[in-house]
């Protein structure tokens, strides 16, 4: 795939809605903010978040400054948006991180909780990752959470349950990985690329964590924020087609001096 400039990227995230208006109403964004800053442990993604964003107007300032979000507190209903700006300059933070890696043949791990949408952005990043001479962790066998079985699936790491991979915000699955390798005595990634709770818990357990998040899922851009993340990158995390998301992760794996070759 043709490597897109910024100004060809931020047009295509547009157009495609990863970024600018998406989907996701103004009225679904404050209520997560909301449940968050009242201390629902489903929208902190497996961080510890403590006292430090009871103020919803907090999580919203945050949002605005990081996703783009409206910073208007009195707009509650209608269309919402993530700057599309942002999204680019999160990925070339995040193409920075991979390329430290690269260079020194880190290991890295990736787990998804939207694998309708992300599986294939995660993939190809692991792909070019190994072909980097990076080491792709393979995760325990037999590993359960959440009343599912998780293991990998084209090299990323995702939760089954019924024959069917799950859409999950739980910090559970990443726990179970974090926990078998301990058990078997072997040494935790130095970096998790990944999203919901997979990243916010690799994060809350002090590992170098980068991650994708919607603007509803304010918790990893409040774990950006307090650095427990090392990057959150705002964008619409199920969009119409996975294929949209192709031009994003050339754009990455090029920023990042990665091959992209398949």
């Known amino acids: ?16 809605r990863i970024a600018g208006d ?40 945050v949002m605005a400054e990081r996703c783009g979000v409206n910073d208007d507190p009195e707009y509650r209903f209608g269309q919402d948006t993530i700057d599309p700006e942002l999204t680019v300059d999160a990925l070339d933070r995040l193409a920075a991180r991979l390329r430290k890696a690269a260079a020194s043949r880190q ?18 990043t ?3 990752l ?18 599912g079985y998780v293991f990998q699936f084209a090299d990323v790491a995702v939760l089954e349950r019924g024959a069917t991979l799950w ?24 970096l998790v690329v990944a999203d919901h709770g997979w990243a916010g818990r690799a994060g809350q357990r002090g590992l170098d964590s980068v991650g994708y998040a919607d603007c509803n899922d304010p918790a990893l851009f409040i774990a950006e924020a307090e650095g427990t993340l090392q990057v959150t990158v705002p964008l619409d995390d199920h969009v119409t087609s996975p294929r949209h998301y192709d031009p994003m992760t050339a754009y990455l794996l090029d920023a990042a001096g990665l091959d992209a070759a398949a």
């Open 107 to 124: 290991r890295v791990l990736f787990a998804t909780g939207h694998p309708g949408g992300l599986l294939d952005v995660h993939r190809a």
């Open 130 to 147: 190994r072909r980097a001479g990076c080491e792709i962790v393979v995760i325990p066998e037999g590993l359960t959470a959440d009343e």
């Open 167 to 190: 859409h999950t915000h739980s910090p559970e699955p990443m726990n179970a990985i974090l926990d078998g390798l301990e058990r078997e005595g072997r040494p935790v990634p130095d």
């Open 126 to 128: 692991a792909a070019a």
């Open 1 to 16: 795939m043709p490597i897109p400039s910024r100004v060809a990227l931020v047009d295509h995230l547009v157009r495609t």
């Open 22 to 61: 998406v989907a996701t109403p103004r009225d679904n964004n404050l209520s997560h903010y909301r449940k968050l800053a009242n201390g629902d442990r489903h929208y902190w993604l497996g961080l510890e978040l403590g006292d430090r964003w009871t103020d919803e107007q907090d999580v919203l300032a």
